[in-house]
């Protein structure tokens, strides 16, 4: 594993440094034998790589790498190495390299979206995000990074409208109707928008614990029916006992009732959760309010 690593630094070097100096590429002219060997070598590695033999497939990639820089593929395959074994961003000069090659290889364009997401060039991984939208059968990729990129960039209503329009074509899509949710909790939408968006949430998952302690706590802080809201919250603690969260969403909605003995039995229940005292501000606020009324 060291010698791998060591391998991927050493060949970060010569890639990156004329990725910056934007160096046109020419390909090696390579005689009938070197391109046999090449390509002997090349398919080798990949079967060891489709039977996850790593260290081997590498190895060899990197032979591969070394007779012809200039491969689309063995850039993209020696990408794939780097992001897993040094780090996405470290990445993104064998993906752009191999997109300059081959910008037909399967998968390139997701892989470079990915490393602009993570490298946070939010405007790149959009526009790669366009030139995958033009594939058949993206739609639900390119809409949730798009929502992704959208989010990180604080363009929140961009990032809401491409949930909704996706929600349009494919309604029951939870991942999405979840998402949009925290959007709208996010921007403070208006509170009959929001109970639509639980209550469509709660309809396609009504056993989902999550949501149903969201919305409970929607309900608790939006002036909504409490009884439904303890009735809810009351489900999650039985599921998940030993959820600080969900204690806490429980003792809040006993305060507002006006059980104060038991929501601070539950209050504090929720803060013991932590250890060495890192205890969340909106708990301790809560503990603070509902130890007043003792």
């Not at 349009?168 to 959007?183: E, N, Q, S, W």
């Amino acid at each position: 594993m060291k010698r791998i690593l060591i391998y991927c630094f050493l060949l970060l070097l010569p890639l990156s440094m004329s990725a910056k100096k934007n160096v046109a590429v020419i390909k090696p002219v390579m005689s009938a034998e070197e391109e046999a060997r090449f390509l002997y070598y090349f398919y080798e590695a990949q079967r060891l790589f489709s039977h996850k033999e790593y260290n081997k497939s590498f190895e060899l990639f990197d032979f591969c790498y070394r007779l012809n820089p200039n491969d689309g593929m063995v850039n993209r395959y020696l990408g794939d190495f780097v992001s897993i074994l040094v780090g996405v961003p470290q990445a993104l000069s064998y993906y752009e390299r191999s997109y300059q090659l081959d910008p037909k290889s399967e998968g390139i364009e997701e892989r470079l979206e990915q490393c602009y997401y993570t490298i946070g060039d939010y405007k790149s991984a959009l526009k790669m995000c366009d030139k995958i939208a033009k594939k058949p059968d993206t739609e639900a990729y390119v809409a949730w990074h798009r929502y992704m990129n959208y989010g990180s960039m604080g363009e929140y209503k961009k990032a809401i409208k491409v949930l909704e329009d996706y929600l349009k074509i494919v309604p029951y899509d939870l991942r999405f109707v979840l998402a949009r949710v925290t959007l709208l909790e996010v921007t403070n939408a208006p509170a009959k928008k929001l109970k639509e968006a639980y209550e469509y949430a709660m309809s396609l998952d009504p056993q989902n614990v999550v949501i149903m302690n969201n919305y409970a706590y929607f309900l608790a802080t939006h002036k909504g029916d409490l009884k439904v809201a303890e009735q809810m919250s009351q489900y999650t603690i039985q599921a998940e006992p030993n959820n600080p969260t969900y204690l806490d969403t429980y003792a809040w909605i006993l305060y507002l009732r006006g059980e104060y003995l038991l929501a601070e039995m539950y209050i504090r229940q929720a803060m013991n959760m932590y250890p060495n005292g890192q205890i969340p501000e909106d708990i301790l606020l809560h503990f603070n309010q509902i130890t007043k009324k003792r």
